[in-house]
């Protein structure tokens, strides 16, 4: 087998093609729709992961939430101290950098005659340390607010809409349960400012918050690891941490944005799999589909191979043209399929408003599977022409 | 040339033995032109795929330009037949999807000769068959006889040690057979060896030499040669016509083997009744 051959296998392979048009394109169905599900249903995965990962990393990937619980049936809420978790942060400077406790609840907003209730939460100034706040205008709670417990706030957008018809509040006063409150600084955007979305909020300092909801007991710290590696020494170093401080290793919890994403990525991976497998079902359906098709081209192309044969084409040289055959019909389907398969999820995808990946691994990966199903499926036709004996052949009409 | 000793071909159809061949000796000298006639079932259809490599004898031996092709492999003989044997079919057996010039090319193709040279080679034996203008038709496109000339250039292209033609004329009306006949009158005339398997007696009577088969056997091998030269400048309208003009001469010049010319005679008959049976 030169060269030169096989370059005459995929002309006439071509041809063959060519010359059963209709023929060809129902047997590439099977692998059109076999290869664009795999690419669809893997995009669409992938694409969730991702959005759900982008959401996540903006969290923080080296966030870490304490959250304290009620310890059973009619008991309080136990809590460790501010003190004790600045404790932790300052003999821990490899691990953490950062601390911020928080405090969350519902407030009665009144601005001018107009009431509501607004959700509030309370952080300290070093919260900017650990997460970005974005504020649009004005600042964020400052170490001055802290300790002199200020009655300043952080507003959200709705707020600025609906009290304020979208002019710059700061320096303006708001109540909040009766108290008032002066605007130092606005939110961007988070929702879509409604006032079921994260814009209807409003942020104080903790300490003011303490006074103010009359609540001693800090339910929430929010630390900042040193780097993203430290994470998950931070977790377990403050688990044992707070264990030691309570007594006890039941009533709070530790978690990490990290150690949420690699849950997720884990299960998201799975379904993807998954997904990618239940299409590639389709694929070998539409390689039987191939083999189907080059079964009953052999048999009507009986005589066609007894010319070849007594004109003096070797066994291979017939394995090969049909292999071919089959090898070309397979790899076409599969790069429509691919064309398709991008085109149709993009095109769902922007509809849906998700995010649509294709990975190009996932692009080569299901072109050679579908060049495999090819081969694969075509060595048993290709066989049996190749063993056909030239005089069977001939006589054949 | 071609050598065939005591070949034997048995077929095994359930219990019983069918010997198609039964022991045949040929020796076929180089740039002959031999006719091989008999009816159907005499077992020339077999002959021939021994004598084309097609098939393989169960018993004795056969040589073709000095190689033994009675023990190849498929492989080996898809060769033998590629390099040493030009084929023409009844039946042309073109392949319709290809153009006239593919074709020709396709034997060329398998010997793996580059495409440019065996362009050159393929348009030279169109141009050689008159079909040079017809390259690029399909053979669906072209008429019986215009076909049959497509497929004895297929048959030269690869400049073969052998031209073998089964009933060439046989699909063919009476002009395109003469042309057909004329055109492989040439390749003789150029050198070239050639065999014609017919049972048509007209067409093997302007062989150099005739060999009849009956009953897998040979019986009988008849030296032609002193009427070739009248045979070959037989003119189409002679041909066909037993009544008069040259064929009439040929007859009375095979006085001497006035035998077994009626023995040919007999044999015709039962062939074109074998072939109405059929």
Redesign the interface.
Known sequence: MNFSKLSQSFKMSIKSIMGNKGRSALTMLGIIIGVASVIILTGIGEGATSTINDSLAEMGTKLITVSMSRGGWGGSTRTVSIDSMQEFLDENPDLVEAMSPSMSGNVLLKVGNENTYTSLTAYDSTYADIKDPKIQSGRFISEFDITHRSYVCIVGTYIVQEYFGGMDPVGETIKLNGRQFKVVGVYEEKGNSTETSQDNAVTIPYTTAMRFLKNKNITTYYFSAATEESVEAAVNSLESYITNKLGTDTGFTVSSVAEIMDTLDEITGTMTTMLAGIAAISLVVGGIGIMNIMTVSVSERTREIGIRKAIGARTTDILTQFLVESTIISAMGGVVGIVFGVGVGQLVCTLISMQFVTKPSMVMLSFFFSLFIGIFFGIAPAKKAAKLHPIDALRSE | MIRLENITKIYQMGDTEVRALDGVSIHIKPHEFVSIIGPSGSGKSTLM?MI?C??VPTGGRYWIDGVEGSKMT??QL??L???KIG?I?QQY???N??SALENVE??L???????AEREAMAKRALERVGLIDKIHHKPTELSGGQQQRVSVA?ALSANPSLILADEPTGALDSKSGVEIMQMLHDLHADGNTVVIITHDLNIAKQAERIITIRDGKITSDIDNKNDRADATNVKGSDIGDNENGKTADLDADLKENEEKEKYIHDLLENTSSGGDAE
């Open positions: 795929n084309g097609l098939d498929d492989n898809a060769d037949r590629n390099r084929f079919f057996n073109l392949l999807k290809l396709l034997p193709i398998y010997r793996g000769i580059p495409a297929r």
